[in-house]
Nanobody, 118 residues
Framework: QVQLVESGGGLVQAGGSLRLSCTAS????????MAWYRQAPGKPRDLVAR???????NYADSVKDRFTISKDNAKNTVYLQMNSLKPEDTAVYYC????????????WGQGTQVTVSS
């Protein structure tokens, strides 16, 4: 089993910044990708940003140029630096890990609340 522990959420004013962290532990085989998703009330869970084992990234259009995903392989940790936050960024943010290369397993964190006030 793999456990994901997230931290860094909170309340911030519009225009502010937050940094989310997610650390993976347990029986990790080989991480193929880690990502951040978010879910606002009444809406589906959507991809925010993903980083692959080789370092390539992709972002939702709504966060490009404002959010940056990065990772520390030695610590099995992924970060999401969020700048110029907007009220519409308010959501529960979930860390996701895909483990394995051919046969893959998906793991989720418990979620961390991000609230942006106007």
């Amino acid at each position: 089993q793999v456990q994901l522990v997230e931290s860094g959420g909170g309340l911030v004013q519009a225009g502010g910044s937050l940094r989310l962290s997610c650390t993976a532990s347990g029986s990790i085989d080989r991480i193929s990708a880690m990502a951040w998703y978010r879910q606002a009330p009444g809406k589906p869970r959507d991809l925010v940003a993903r980083i692959f084992s080789g370092g390539s990234t992709n972002y939702a259009d709504s966060v490009k140029d404002r959010f940056t995903i990065s990772k520390d392989n030695a610590k099995n940790t992924v970060y999401l630096q969020m700048n110029s936050l907007k009220p519409e960024d308010t959501a529960v943010y979930y860390c996701h890990l895909r483990d394995g290369q051919i046969v893959t397993y998906d793991y989720w964190g418990q979620g961390t609340q991000v609230t942006v006030s106007s």
